[in-house]
């Protein structure tokens, strides 16, 4: 049997950097075919030159047998590939129903009705629970995700290729959307999922497909792989995968959060009733689906959000001081005298400004140190080699443009800056996002270091697996309260999981 | 597969953006001087086709519309560093990416201010009285006009474009209102020479060049806005605020406080201009006296990158064309239009090759196997 998709010697620049370098690539019909490899390594843009948004610079491109050329997303379609991208292109006051036909040309005119039914017929096909008539904004994330790959199979998909589907699902949802892929394996549909987690390649796929750096390692069958064997391919070394944690050393009270409720610009509250305690030398992990108020809860703390009310107590460990960071600016935080370092979400749109050079970066936190009108870069300067030279940061100079580095490199040098002040309290949003495995590696053990140093570490993370190694607890948020704090050492993923999406469960009941 | 529709040709261009590869220094100045060289073959094109004159003499005579005489020097000179006092006023505030496109308006009040003084005191007060009165004056003028819709824009969030531009014409409207009470002579409707015979409040000539002191005085603003920029805690602050707000505020920097200073300094710079056009070269005011330039000014400033060294040279281009546009519709006595269309193709060319150095047009490899 021909195969589905056939990828000869495929290579993709962008300026000087090759994304893919002579790729070679079969997809089976009737397969789940895993791609893997770490961010940067040319995943996304392999399958983004199947499903016509990018055009390959050279290679060819074969689909049962025929070469063919891609130029399009449409193009695509009328070769029944679909894609389901990271970030979802829905609308939001539409239904579902209205987000599947969009776009469509229907000779016969407008049929919602029959649209509905479809809609319904295939979620029923596959096992999916959806409901044609509700809008997009009331429903939760994997219930959009859902609709994605409704609308690829509406449009008659027989290939579906799905960009790190489960990076915003709870282990459950995962667990229901791959029973969905598996029916559709073996309805004879091909389905192919970049992603850069292990465990799922190894419990869905039939195949897997790795890619270091651009450039096609090799293709084993799922059924003669490990997690050793895998990561060796993808980092091209062996490496060690245990993230140590030592025993919290005299843990004492340093942040006592206590009643915080915070409303968005829209009215909404965010933030409900939040209480917790973070103590020195220890790490405090936060985990909850995307949106559930992570980031209005750190900002909250680092005084950049209004509180309805609450209060956020500090202990000073030099003076055994208790102060209320509530209502401060930044400034007036640091003029305490409060050491409180932020790894923020965004990168280059918050923690880092990316048309500058990593000096003056340095700078953000500390230009204003002495009575000049002008700026002193000497001791900036200082830190930047200090940094690059410890965290093995990869830039041409110091007086490159921040922009210009990669994923890893930005976040080494934002948390190289933010750990520099010596930190009482450390808080780090999704700090190895986007990250290799050695930089994530890295960023733990500089997280683990600030803990030994006595520095109370608030770590909000996605990945539940890193979390339950990393944190001494774990508080679970969820729509933006606390369902729960619990002990790192003796959770599951699945009790954590479980406590992710507890509130809906419960309004659910109540209904 | 079944499909109608079978595509056979790879599109014949794709553009792709350079992203975090940017080209290097030295090639992107040689797309800027390759840009510059084609559109003057395309004006020479344009010229004999229209036309039928000689090309290179009409070349040679834009030439010397800026370099034909030492009084056409200074007059040039003159030009470039009122053009280029205003790029560097609106310079803070766009880097700031406040759109202020007000300082035609802020400018026009800071002449009005030393129109007024010169009027009312010229020939009251000593000069040494007069002089940082008329200073004070102008820069509180400029200083009013950029603030108000720096604070509207801080307090409320109003949008500063629309703002500063119907700024410009009520400074406009204001100027009128003005003429109505000095207009000299009666029923003019223009103010003329004002203290024509003392000279009294006029910016003095040094070493008998009219014009000096304005060239000085704007070469020192220059120096100054490139320190200020570069060194300071101000220009930094000013940096991150125009790079990322959310990034200001993670920092604690105050960003209304950041926002009224800035405009501040650029409307007061703006009244300093004004007061070198009325004081120190027309020595009159009128509607038109600002001409356009706080608009110019915008380009000046975003072609040299925000940075005031290279503002000199972007300036100097721009006045360089117009003069030499001037004289070449004079001199073959071709409509004011022929020279307009000259400069818009230059502009054009030179605008337009930015996008060249921005992305990358890969061309379909003919020597590749075209597809079944």
């Given at each position: 049997?021909?195969?589905?998709?056939?990828?000869?010697?495929?290579?993709?620049?962008?300026?000087?950097?090759?994304?893919?370098r002579?790729?070679?690539?079969?997809?089976?019909?009737?397969?789940i075919?895993?791609?893997?490899?770490?961010?940067g390594?040319?995943?996304?843009?392999?399958?983004?030159?199947?499903s016509?948004?990018?055009?390959p610079d050279?290679?060819q491109?074969?689909?049962?047998?025929?070469?063919?050329?891609i130029r399009s997303?449409?193009?695509a379609?009328?070769?029944k590939i679909?894609?389901i991208?990271q970030?979802?292109?829905?609308?939001d006051?539409?239904t579902?129903?209205?987000?599947v036909?969009?776009?469509?040309?229907?000779k016969?005119?407008?049929?919602?009705?029959?649209?509905?039914?479809?809609v319904?017929?295939?979620?029923e096909k596959?096992?999916?629970?959806?409901?044609?008539k509700?809008?997009?904004?009331?429903m939760?994330?994997?219930e959009?995700?859902?609709?994605?790959i409704i609308?690829v199979?509406?449009?008659g998909?027989d290939?579906?290729?799905?960009?790190?589907?489960?990076a915003?699902?709870?282990?459950?949802?995962a667990?229901?959307l791959f029973?969905v892929?598996?029916?559709?394996?073996?309805?004879g549909k091909?389905?192919?999922?970049i992603?850069?987690k292990?465990?799922?390649?190894?419990s869905l796929?039939d195949?897997?497909?790795?890619l270091?750096?651009g450039?096609?390692v090799?293709t084993?069958k799922?059924?003669?792989a490990?997690e050793?064997?895998?990561?060796?391919?993808?980092?091209g070394?062996?490496?060690?995968?245990n993230?140590?944690?030592?025993?919290?050393q005299?843990?004492?009270?340093?942040?006592?959060v206590a009643g915080l409720?915070?409303?968005?610009r829209?009215?909404?509250?965010?933030?409900?009733?939040i209480s917790f305690?973070?103590?020195?030398?220890e790490?405090l992990?936060i985990?909850g689906?995307?949106?559930?108020g992570?980031?209005?809860?750190?900002?909250?703390?680092?005084?950049?959000?209004?509180?309805e009310?609450?209060e956020i107590?500090y202990?000073?460990?030099k003076?055994?001081?208790?102060?209320n960071?509530?209502?401060?600016t930044?400034?007036?935080i640091?003029?305490?005298?409060v050491?409180l370092?932020?790894?923020?979400?965004?990168?280059l749109?918050m923690?880092?400004?990316?048309?500058?050079?990593?000096?003056?970066?340095?700078?953000?936190?500390s230009?204003?140190?002495?009575?000049s009108?002008?700026?002193?870069r000497?001791?900036?300067k200082?830190?930047?080699e200090?940094?690059?030279?410890?965290?093995?940061?990869v830039?041409p100079?110091?007086?490159t443009?921040?922009?210009?580095l990669?994923?890893?490199?930005?976040?080494?040098i934002?948390v190289?800056?933010?750990?520099?002040?010596?930190?009482?309290?450390l808080?780090?949003?999704?700090?190895v996002?986007g990250?290799?495995?050695?930089?994530?590696?890295?960023?733990?053990?500089?997280?683990?270091?600030q803990?030994?140093r006595?520095?109370?570490?608030?770590?909000?993370?996605?990945?539940?697996?890193v979390?339950v190694e990393?944190?001494?607890?774990?508080?679970?948020?969820?729509?933006?309260?606390?369902?729960?704090i619990?002990?790192a050492?003796t959770?599951?993923k699945?009790?954590i999981g479980?406590?992710?999406?507890?509130?809906?469960?419960?309004?659910e009941?109540?209904n | 597969m079944?499909t109608n529709?079978?595509h056979?040709?790879e599109?014949l261009?794709?553009?792709?953006?350079?992203?975090?590869?940017?080209?290097?220094?030295?090639?992107?100045?040689?797309v800027?001087?390759?840009?510059?060289?084609?559109?003057f073959?395309?004006?020479a094109?344009?010229?004999v086709?229209v036309?039928?004159?000689?090309?290179l003499?009409?070349y040679a005579e834009?030439?010397?519309?800026?370099?034909?005489s030492?009084?056409?020097?200074?007059n040039m000179?003159?030009e470039?560093?009122?053009?280029?006092?205003?790029s560097?006023a609106?310079?803070?505030?766009?880097?700031?990416?406040f759109?202020?496109i007000?300082?035609?308006?802020q400018t026009?009040m800071g002449?009005?201010?030393?129109?007024?003084?010169?009027?009312?005191?010229?020939?009251?007060?000593?000069?040494?009285v007069f002089?940082?009165l008329?200073?004070v004056a102008?820069?509180?003028?400029g200083?009013?006009?950029g603030?108000?819709?720096?604070y509207?824009?801080?307090?409320?969030?109003?949008?500063e474009t629309?703002?500063?531009?119907?700024?410009?014409y009520v400074?406009?409207?204001?100027?009128?209102?003005?003429?109505?009470?000095?207009?000299?002579p009666k029923?003019?409707?223009t103010?003329?020479v004002?203290?024509r015979?003392?000279?009294s409040?006029w910016?003095?000539?040094?070493f008998g060049?009219?014009?000096?002191l304005?060239i000085?005085?704007?070469?020192?603003?220059?120096?100054?806005?490139?320190?200020?920029?570069?060194?300071?805690?101000?220009?930094y602050?000013?940096s991150?605020v125009?790079?990322?707000?959310?990034?200001?505020?993670?920092?604690g920097?105050?960003?209304?406080?950041?926002i009224?200073?800035?405009?501040?300094?650029?409307?007061?710079?703006?009244?300093i201009?004004?007061?070198?056009?009325v004081?120190?070269?027309?020595h009159?005011?009128n509607?038109?006296?600002v001409?356009?330039m706080?608009?110019?000014?915008?380009?000046?400033?975003?072609?040299?990158?925000?940075?005031?060294v290279?503002m000199?040279l972007?300036?100097?281009?721009?006045?360089?064309?117009?003069r030499?546009a001037?004289?070449?519709?004079?001199?073959?006595?071709l409509?004011e239009?022929m020279?307009?269309?000259?400069?818009?193709?230059?502009l054009?060319f030179?605008?337009?090759c930015?996008?060249?150095?921005q992305?990358?047009?890969?061309?379909?490899?003919?020597?590749?196997e075209?597809?079944?």
């Amino acid at each position: 049997m021909k195969p589905a998709i056939e990828l000869r010697n495929i290579t993709k620049t962008f300026g000087n950097v090759y994304a893919n370098r002579d790729v070679n690539l079969t997809v089976e019909k009737g397969e789940i075919l895993s791609i893997l490899g770490e961010n940067g390594s040319g995943k996304t843009t392999l399958m983004n030159m199947i499903s016509g948004i990018y055009f390959p610079d050279e290679g060819q491109i074969f689909i049962d047998g025929e070469e063919v050329v891609i130029r399009s997303p449409k193009d695509a379609f009328d070769y029944k590939i679909g894609m389901i991208h990271q970030h979802f292109k829905l609308v939001d006051v539409f239904t579902a129903a209205q987000n599947v036909i969009l776009g469509l040309e229907d000779k016969k005119g407008f049929n919602l009705k029959e649209a509905e039914k479809k809609v319904a017929e295939i979620g029923e096909k596959y096992g999916f629970i959806v409901d044609p008539k509700k809008k997009i904004y009331e429903m939760s994330v994997s219930e959009k995700q859902t609709v994605e790959i409704i609308r690829v199979l509406y449009r008659g998909a027989d290939i579906l290729i799905l960009d790190e589907p489960t990076a915003v699902l709870t282990p459950q949802e995962a667990q229901k959307l791959f029973a969905v892929l598996r029916r559709m394996r073996d309805d004879g549909k091909s389905i192919v999922i970049i992603t850069h987690k292990l465990h799922e390649v190894l419990s869905l796929s039939d195949r897997v497909s790795v890619l270091r750096k651009g450039e096609y390692v090799g293709t084993i069958k799922t059924s003669e792989a490990d997690e050793n064997i895998l990561t060796e391919m993808m980092v091209g070394k062996k490496v060690e995968l245990n993230i140590e944690r030592d025993e919290p050393q005299n843990p004492e009270d340093r942040l006592v959060v206590a009643g915080l409720n915070c409303k968005n610009r829209e009215g909404i509250e965010v933030l409900k009733n939040i209480s917790f305690t973070a103590k020195s030398g220890e790490i405090l992990g936060i985990a909850g689906i995307a949106g559930s108020g992570q980031r209005e809860l750190l900002e909250s703390i680092a005084g950049l959000q209004h509180l309805e009310n609450g209060e956020i107590l500090y202990n000073d460990p030099k003076t055994n001081k208790t102060e209320n960071l509530r209502d401060k600016t930044p400034m007036q935080i640091r003029d305490m005298g409060v050491r409180l370092s932020f790894v923020p979400e965004d990168r280059l749109g918050m923690g880092l400004v990316g048309n500058m050079d990593i000096v003056d970066n340095m700078m953000l936190r500390s230009y204003r140190k002495g009575k000049s009108v002008f700026l002193e870069r000497k001791a900036p300067k200082d830190l930047a080699e200090e940094i690059i030279k410890r965290l093995d940061v990869v830039t041409p100079s110091a007086s490159t443009p921040v922009r210009r580095l990669s994923g890893g490199n930005v976040q080494k040098i934002l948390v190289g800056r933010e750990i520099s002040s010596s930190p009482t309290v450390l808080m780090a949003a999704y700090p190895v996002r986007g990250l290799d495995i050695n930089s994530s590696y890295t960023i733990y053990n500089l997280l683990n270091e600030q803990k030994r140093r006595g520095a109370a570490v608030i770590f909000v993370g996605e990945d539940l697996d890193v979390l339950v190694e990393l944190c001494d607890r774990i508080m679970v948020l969820c729509g933006g309260s606390v369902s729960g704090i619990v002990d790192a050492r003796t959770t599951t993923k699945e009790e954590i999981g479980l406590m992710m999406t507890k509130k809906k469960e419960v309004q659910e009941d109540a209904n | 597969m079944q499909t109608n529709v079978k595509h056979t040709k790879e599109p014949l261009i794709t553009i792709t953006s350079r992203g975090r590869d940017s080209m290097p220094m030295k090639k992107a100045w040689g797309v800027r001087a390759i840009a510059i060289i084609l559109a003057f073959i395309l004006c020479a094109v344009v010229i004999v086709m229209v036309t039928g004159y000689n090309p290179l003499k009409v070349y040679a005579e834009l030439f010397k519309g800026s370099f034909g005489s030492s009084r056409k020097i200074w007059n040039m000179l003159q030009e470039l560093s009122m053009l280029l006092c205003i790029s560097l006023a609106v310079t803070p505030a766009f880097k700031m990416k406040f759109w202020n496109i007000g300082a035609e308006g802020q400018t026009l009040m800071g002449g009005l201010a030393a129109a007024a003084c010169m009027i009312y005191f010229g020939e009251k007060l000593p000069p040494i009285v007069f002089f940082p009165l008329m200073l004070v004056a102008c820069v509180v003028a400029g200083l009013v006009w950029g603030i108000v819709p720096a604070y509207f824009k801080a307090k409320f969030n109003t949008n500063e474009t629309l703002f500063t531009l119907m700024m410009n014409y009520v400074a406009v409207q204001l100027t009128s209102f003005c003429i109505v009470f000095w207009e000299n002579p009666k029923d003019s409707n223009t103010v003329g020479v004002i203290n024509r015979a003392t000279q009294s409040g006029w910016l003095p000539e040094l070493f008998g060049q009219k014009y000096l002191l304005n060239i000085l005085i704007v070469a020192l603003i220059t120096v100054g806005m490139y320190i200020y920029l570069k060194y300071s805690k101000h220009g930094y602050e000013i940096s991150v605020v125009g790079e990322s707000e959310n990034t200001a505020r993670y920092v604690g920097i105050n960003v209304k406080k950041v926002i009224l200073r800035t405009m501040a300094i650029s409307g007061a710079l703006c009244g300093i201009a004004g007061l070198l056009l009325v004081s120190g070269t027309d020595h009159t005011i009128n509607r038109d006296i600002v001409g356009g330039m706080g608009f110019t000014a915008i380009m000046v400033s975003w072609l040299a990158k925000f940075n005031p060294v290279v503002m000199s040279l972007t300036s100097f281009l721009i006045v360089f064309l117009e003069r030499g546009a001037g004289e070449i519709a004079t001199k073959f006595q071709l409509n004011e239009s022929m020279s307009d269309i000259l400069t818009g193709i230059i502009l054009f060319f030179i605008i337009g090759c930015e996008f060249f150095i921005q992305y990358k047009v890969n061309f379909r490899k003919k020597n590749k196997e075209e597809n079944v």
